[in-house]
């Protein structure tokens, strides 16, 4: 059974603990390695100071990437508040274009999402990793029920194309 691995906290302000951040996360994707665990990382970029520096963000993305290939593991990085999607895809399309070990988890509460999706897909470049995920949030679909309409819509998109097009992980608390 595989697992992904993650440290809570985000908001980091600053580029000293966002090094720290980015030091823990380096330590467990060692001992992902050493001790062959079956698992990937998943971070979220305001937690390794997106806001104190996007392109410091950037390579701390790029060298956890990096340690997540050479332990055999993979880098998710996940979507946060809505007014982190535009900077967050971009992060992504900057370490897929140099690491095939990095995918991005998208939320079906985002009203944007589908059209997100979408983009990813028709890019040019590795074929995208996405997560989807139900969540509820500011700039989102208020009702439950809407939300898990467009996971469902999302879910199906993706699973008729061929793998080489997108290979979704999905996560929900909805059974059905």
Not at 9 to 22: D, I, M
Not at 79 to 97: G, I, N, P, Q
């Amino acid at each position: 059974m595989g697992s992904i691995l993650t440290e809570l906290g985000e908001q980091v302000t600053n580029r000293a603990e966002a090094a720290a951040v980015r030091d823990h996360y380096l330590g467990v994707l060692e001992k992902i390695q050493r001790r062959k665990i079956p698992a990937h990382v998943s971070i979220k970029l305001t937690h390794l100071g997106l806001e104190a520096s996007q392109e410091g963000c950037v390579q701390d993305v790029l060298k956890l990437a990096a340690r997540a290939e050479q332990a055999r593991s993979f880098l998710w990085i996940d979507m946060e508040e809505s007014r982190y999607v535009d900077a967050t895809l971009e992060v992504y399309r900057r370490a897929k274009a140099e690491w095939p070990n990095v995918g991005v988890c998208l939320q079906a509460y985002l009203y944007r999402t589908a059209k997100d999706l979408e983009g990813l897909l028709t890019s040019p470049g590795d074929s995208p990793r996405q997560r989807r995920v139900q969540r509820a949030g500011g700039r989102a679909m208020p009702r439950k029920r809407d939300v898990d309409a467009n996971y469902r819509q999302l879910a199906s998109g993706c699973l008729p194309r061929p793998a080489a097009a997108a290979k979704p992980v999905f996560g929900t608390h909805d059974l059905r």
